[in-house]
């Protein structure tokens, strides 16, 4: 007889060895013979930077957009797509999620987003990526070409990056060498109605948070004097004593990598602004802003621009409306602050495409919207020049459609992740093709 601790052992042991089953049965690659040249031909081309296109082709080559328009030359040996009915989008980006380092939510050796520590800027979470993640392909299929992955947990929680949802190694899908420092900046909010804190106990517990915080970054800015002056003069000034998390924050300190601040609540971002300019911070993203539009004016006079999302949620007090959460991107977007939407999500940034649709609905335009799931991001994250629009010269990174990107009944028919033509396939795909015409199963226990 197993006892009960046994039992439970062996039952995590085999939901892990399922998970690694389901794995090595969802493959995320394309072949190399996918790689082009490619002409799509008599498609709506919906550049997002320099309008629409109609009955235009586009010549993928080497990875690359290498023509598009209405009169285009086809390179010999082309395949050859015709999208005639279809539109042709660019890639769209989510500016927030832990898509590539978790999978499966019961199982620990799964979870690679979060590591145990107040302060870990340290921790890279491209180190951590799995590039052939079950939950990348499902994504994809969505439309869905490029993402900010982050870490989470304690204060600095490490370096997120920029990663397309194709690539065999975690180098080869990082993007533009883009990585952002995040920050979770402290809140005076309750966490739930099982908080007990007194409000006075909530602002100290804060305060006290972001002391800790000033005393790392005075100790970055000395350890950054020490690492400049050895530069300079290594023969009369020693290196510093290597300290990890110091030797992570240099390029932060010295203004080379941008910090990414989470926070939501209206009171916490007029803290955040006070903080990054008593800090002198000059390179800010900030990262959730739920409360943004209490504060958009404020936002929008400050410059930074803002990851915001996910929109499909709940009003952030009973007193608002239900329809705030919603509103909240185009608020902020009037007021003037630049934007780009992010779901926060792993297994389900495949719906970015449908909060898009709920900002487009609640106040931003259907442009607008568009543009803050493909250039916008591109232009925050500094790769305007690779992705983010139909243009010559950028990574062929795009996908075709059946219909409005942002409504549930289309159909997303071909992807391309920096030139690579990627199968739309994934588990679930394959799980509906063997369900949808299964022939009688075999009755285990026959009546005599």
């Known amino acids: 007889m197993h006892s009960a601790k046994q039992l439970t052992l062996m039952s ?4 892990f060895l399922l998970a690694i089953g389901l794995w090595s ?10 790689r082009g040249p490619f002409a799509i031909t008599n498609a709506q081309l919906v550049t997002v930077s320099n309008g629409v296109v109609e009955g235009g082709t586009l010549v993928i080559e080497d990875g690359r957009i290498t023509a598009l328009g209405t009169e285009v030359d086809i390179p010999a040996g082309a395949t050859v797509i015709d999208a005639e009915g279809k ?3 660019p890639g769209m980006i989510d500016s927030g999620t832990r898509l590539g380092v978790t999978e499966v939510g019961s199982i620990s050796l799964t979870q690679d987003f979060n ?6 800027p340290q921790m890279d979470i491209l180190t951590a990526i799995h590039s052939n993640s079950r939950l990348i392909p499902v994504n994809r299929m969505a439309g869905i070409t490029t993402v900010i992955t982050e870490p989470s947990g304690g204060r600095i929680s490490g370096k997120a990056a920029l990663i397309n949802l194709h690539g065999y190694t975690p180098s080869q899908m990082h993007v533009g060498d883009v990585r952002l420092m995040t920050l979770n900046f402290p809140s005076t909010g309750r966490q739930g109605f099982w908080d007990s804190r007194s409000d006075e106990e909530i602002e100290r517990e804060a305060r006290e948070a972001i002391e800790e915080m000033d005393k790392l970054w005075d100790r970055a800015l000395q350890y950054a004097e020490i690492d400049s002056a050895h530069a300079a003069n290594p023969d009369a000034n020693e290196a510093p004593s290597y300290i990890p998390k110091l030797e992570a924050m240099l390029p932060v300190v010295r203004h080379e990598m941008p910090v990414m601040i989470r926070v ?18 000059e390179h800010v993203i900030f990262s959730g802003l739920s409360e ?10 400050a410059g930074f621009p803002a990851l915001v999302g996910p929109v499909v949620s709940m009003p952030t007090r009973q007193s608002d409306r239900y329809d705030r959460a919603y509103e909240n991107a185009g608020l902020l977007h009037d007021a003037g602050v630049k934007i780009a939407l992010r779901t926060g999500e792993a297994a389900n940034v495949r719906n970015l495409p ?11 335009s259907k442009d607008d919207a568009l543009r803050a799931v493909t250039l916008a991001p591109a232009e925050i994250f ?13 990574q062929a990174s795009l996908f075709i459609a059946d219909g409005d990107p942002f409504e549930p009944a289309t159909e997303i028919t071909h992807l391309f992740i920096n030139g690579h033509h990627v199968p739309m396939e994934s588990e679930q795909t394959r799980l509906y093709d063997e369900f949808l015409d299964r022939s009688p199963g075999v009755e285990l226990h026959p009546v005599d």
């Open 292 to 301: 943004g539009w209490r504060v958009a004016e404020e936002l929008a006079e």
């Open 87 to 89: 539109s042709v989008y």
């Open 382 to 394: 500094g790769v305007a020049d690779e992705l983010g629009s139909l243009e010559e010269g950028k």
């Open 264 to 281: 939501n609540r209206a009171g916490d971002i007029r803290k955040a602004l006070e903080w990054i300019d008593e800090r002198g911070l």
């Open 25 to 34: 049965a969802a493959p995320q690659q394309a072949d190399a013979s996918d």
């Open 115 to 120: 590591e145990v520590g107040t302060f870990n």
């Open 12 to 15: 995590i042991f085999l939901s």
């Open 354 to 364: 449908f909060e898009a649709g709920f900002a487009a609905a609640y106040g931003m």
